[in-house]
């Protein structure tokens, strides 16, 4: 019940496309749900996080849309650049607990 | 801009072995993290450190493991008999409150021959 499943496992789309990574969980008390960007060698690094009281939240190119009632989240990735490619993971946490649960991750490639 | 630092980055050592992994946290944050990385794996939680006490631990985290802050600003990790499934990337994370960003350093990779 703590995990947080995370799909594709890897995603290839052209340069100004849209990257989309999804995520589900369980654990009906998670309530925060941050995005990581992590980059070959380097630690994970925040995108963007949402929590429940909202169903979407945008910075710049980068959209988290949010369904409660479908235990799931989204990554878009708007207009994709060779330098978004990384692995992105999702990620949950509960408003009492510390850690994070991380999905699987998600490796993208954009093809110039 | 602050960020934090983990030494040493890369470290073999032989199976039974006792290492130590050391983590500079942020220096105003108050929560402090592990979590390791097998190799093209899912980052998984191994503990976390508040006021001195351990606030939580997963299922990963054993008698083989312990953390320290020994001072005011070292955060460190020691696995006391290394298993060769302990091969990993361990990632150093700290933040000032829970469910505020977790800020990951740049990792340790360990390697156990």
């Known amino acids: 019940q703590q995990q947080v499943k995370q799909s594709p496992q890897s995603l290839i789309v052209q340069k100004g496309g849209i990257s989309i990574i999804n995520c589900a969980y369980e654990?009906?008390?998670?309530?925060?749900f941050p995005w990581y960007q992590q980059f070959p060698g380097k630690g994970p690094a925040l995108l963007i996080a949402?929590?429940?009281?909202?169903s979407e939240k945008k910075e710049g190119r980068f959209t988290i849309s949010f369904n409660k009632s479908a235990k799931q989240f989204s990554l878009h990735i708007m207009d994709s650049q060779p330098g978004d490619s990384a692995t992105y993971f999702c990620?949950?946490?509960?408003?009492?607990?510390?850690?994070?649960?991380f999905g699987e991750g998600t490796q993208l490639t954009v093809n110039p | 801009e602050p960020e934090v630092t983990q030494t040493p980055s890369h470290q073999v050592t032989q199976m039974g072995q006792e290492v130590i992994l050391r983590c500079v946290p942020i220096?105003?944050?108050?929560?402090f993290y592990w979590y390791r990385q097998i190799l093209g794996q899912k980052v998984e939680f191994l503990v976390s450190?508040?006021?001195?006490?351990?606030?939580?631990k997963s299922e990963i985290f054993d008698d083989q493991f312990s953390v320290e802050r020994p001072d005011g600003s070292n955060f460190t990790l020691k696995i006391r008999s290394t298993k060769l499934e302990d091969s990993a990337m361990y990632f150093c994370?700290?933040?000032?409150?829970?469910?505020?960003?977790?800020?990951f350093g740049p990792g340790t990779r360990l390697l156990v021959l």
């Open positions: 990620a949950a946490s509960t408003p009492s607990g510390s850690r994070l649960t």
């Open positions: 654990n009906t008390a998670f309530d925060y």
């Open positions: 949402i929590r429940p009281d909202v």
């Open positions: 220096s105003n944050h108050l929560y």
């Open positions: 450190f508040y006021n001195n006490e351990i606030s939580e």
């Open positions: 994370a700290s933040n000032y409150f829970i469910q505020e960003t977790q800020y």
